[in-house]
């Protein structure tokens, strides 16, 4: 059996120790103000420090000291002094007169009135980044200077390894914590979207859904009952992300106080327009609304920058296409004749509203299109508008119908079977 030598005990205890308190703390720099003591009495070194990179400023700062004069937060240019040139060429090494070395940063000398002579510095580095440098001065042999071994370079270079790995372990947990966090905060954002958007009508009149290509979508949709209309909306935010998400939820909260209000479908368009030139957004929104008049089936519409919307009938092969009118939500006022709203009857018919991913969806290889969903349409059972996205829908989930866009779609129908009594 090979014994170990004191020397190499005292290095084992010391990096044990490092790693134990860091364990204990998370804090890999509080676990360096414990071990570098230990490690200047091991190197008989009269003073040490370790200092951090600050990528921000380009420098080196001191974030540890020990010896007789404290230059903690001292700051070296991150190419110059020693200690920048370990840092900078990735090497450890010993300087036996650091007087007589241009590289040395005089100026903390001059400042602090210590004479720097004998110098051992390490990098303080992992496999994919640099941390900093930690050096040690002056070795003492009884009263005088002399210089440090290669052997303490070793034990430093130990030293510095460890703390490299630390710091890494210390960085990867405050990057999980803050990735938790935001995930956190996108899950709460997902939620509260999501409870934006309304359930399928009760009478089978209307209902939709959104497929989001991410965790929020700037896609939206939205209908209610007032009286015994109902008014509906789909649109599509500039973009994707918390800014659209935030935008979707406005578009929603005013399209509700004016429906609330029966402001018309042409009126609503335009006052939500004035409310986004008025704040001055640099998003815009395709946007198309209307009513349904649930005892007749009559539709009030207007598409303003939206894609095509279809009109299917369960009794004839006729597609009828309503193109946009004008421009989206947000870019410049409108004029009176650009909101001419379109007026048709849904009754045994099924309006369907849709964004890119559900048009541009591909289905056995090729892109669905506007004829494509109307045709699936009339395949699919059932006269509700729930009935039609849930089969839809369905598609998607079993992977028949493939995308990689926000997909949204709404239907607005008035059933065949519907009755003033279920009114």
Not at 138 to 165: C, P, Q, V, W, Y
Not at 374 to 384: E, I, N, Y
């Amino acid at each position: 059996m090979i014994e170990a030598s004191p020397n190499q005990l005292n290095h084992l205890d010391l990096l044990s120790g490092l790693m134990r308190r860091f364990a204990e703390t998370g804090d890999a720099v509080d676990g360096l103000q414990w071990a570098l003591p230990y490690v200047l009495e091991t190197l008989s070194a009269e003073a040490g420090s370790l200092f951090l990179h600050r990528p921000d400023e380009g420098v080196l700062e001191c974030a540890v000291c020990v010896g007789p004069v404290d230059v903690t937060g001292l700051k070296v240019p991150q190419d110059k002094g020693l200690v920048g040139r370990a840092f900078t060429e990735g090497q450890g090494e010993l300087v036996a007169d650091a007087t007589k070395d241009k590289a040395h940063f005089r100026n903390a000398d001059s400042d602090s009135g210590f004479q720097t002579l004998s110098t051992a510095t390490a990098p303080v580095q992992s496999k994919d980044k640099s941390f900093g440098a930690i050096q040690a001065i002056n070795r003492r042999n009884g009263d005088e200077i002399g210089n440090f071994t290669k052997s303490d370079l070793t034990l430093l270079e130990a030293l510095a390894e460890i703390l490299a790995l630390a710091l890494s372990n210390v960085e990867l947990t405050q990057q999980a914590i803050s990735d938790q966090l935001l995930q956190r905060d996108l899950s709460q954002a997902e939620e509260a979207q999501a409870s934006l958007l309304p359930a399928p009508d009760p009478d089978g009149f209307a209902a939709g859904h959104v497929i989001p290509a991410r965790q929020l979508s700037g896609d939206f949709f939205d209908h209610m009952r007032v009286g015994n209309r109902l008014a509906f909306c789909q649109g599509d935010v500039a973009g994707k992300g918390i800014t659209a998400s935030l935008m979707m939820a406005r578009s929603i909260a005013l399209f509700r106080r004016l429906a609330r209000e029966n402001t018309s479908a042409s009126t609503m368009a335009n006052a939500i327009n004035n409310e986004f030139l008025d704040v001055q957004s640099d998003k815009f929104v395709t946007f198309a609304v209307g009513w349904l008049d649930c005892e007749t089936g009559d539709v009030q519409f207007v598409n303003c920058g939206h894609g095509a919307a279809i009109i299917v009938r369960g009794d004839s092969d006729a597609l009828d296409t309503i193109e946009s009118q004008t421009i989206p939500l947000g870019l410049a006022p409108y004029t009176d004749e650009e909101l001419q709203e379109h007026q048709f009857n849904v009754t045994n018919a099924h309006l369907f509203l849709t964004t890119d991913g559900i048009t541009e969806a591909e289905f056995k290889g090729r892109e669905v299109g506007l004829s494509g969903l109307a045709s699936l349409s009339r395949r699919l059972p059932g006269q509700s508008a729930v009935e039609k996205v849930q089969g839809i829908i369905a598609l998607f989930e079993q992977e028949k119908l493939s995308t990689h866009d926000d997909a949204t779609i709404l239907v607005v129908t008035r059933p065949t079977s519907t009755t003033q009594e279920a009114v």
